[in-house]
C-alpha cells in the first residue's frame, strides 16, 4: 500500500508544480532594436507570381501537382516535402495549367500556355494544348 502511494506521489508531483508554474512569456524586443523596421513588399509585384497552380488529389493530399509560370510541372507524393520535374524534356515555355485525373491518378493533365502574360515570357504563351501522361511510365501524349 505505501508502494502505491509513494508512486502516486511520484507522478503526481510534476503535474503539482507544472499546474503552480507561472506562465511563460517570449522577451518583449527593445523598441530601439525594431523601430526602423518597416513592413515592404518583396515578392512579385506585377507577374501574378510564379507558382500559378497547385493541384492535389481528393483522396490523398500527400500527391501534389505544382506548375510554374516558366514551363516547369513539379510533382510531390509526400505532401511536398521533396519535388520532382515532370514536365522538363517536353518544349513548352509556359504552362498554363495541371491536373489529376482523380480517378486515376496515374494520368495528369498538362496544359500548356500561360493566362498572364509578361514580357518574360517566350513564345509559347499563345499554346493550349494539352498534354496528358501515365506518370508511371512518364510519357506524354
Known amino acids: 500500500m505505501n508502494a502505491r502511494r509513494l508512486l502516486l506521489a511520484c507522478l503526481c508531483l510534476p503535474l503539482v508544480g507544472f499546474a503552480l ?3 511563460l512569456a ?3 524586443a527593445p523598441p530601439d532594436l525594431v523601430r526602423d523596421l518597416h513592413w515592404r513588399n518583396i515578392g512579385p509585384a506585377n507577374m501574378s507570381g510564379r507558382i500559378s497552380d497547385i493541384e492535389a488529389l481528393d483522396s490523398d493530399f500527400t500527391k ?3 506548375r510554374d509560370g516558366l514551363g ?3 510533382k510531390s507524393v509526400n505532401a511536398g516535402t521533396t ?4 514536365f522538363d524534356k517536353y518544349g513548352s515555355a509556359s ?3 495541371v491536373a489529376f485525373f482523380q480517378r486515376n491518378p496515374d494520368i ?3 496544359g500548356t500556355g500561360e493566362e498572364c502574360v509578361r514580357n518574360s515570357v517566350a513564345w509559347a504563351t499563345a499554346s493550349t494544348s494539352p498534354s ?3 506518370s508511371r511510365s512518364s510519357t506524354w501524349a
Open 21 to 23: 508554474a507561472p506562465p
Open 26 to 28: 517570449a522577451q518583449p
Open 64 to 66: 501534389v501537382l505544382v
Open 72 to 74: 516547369g510541372v513539379y
Open 83 to 86: 519535388w520532382e520535374p515532370i
Open 95 to 97: 504552362i498554363g495549367d
Open 108 to 110: 495528369i493533365w498538362v
Open 132 to 134: 496528358t501522361a501515365a
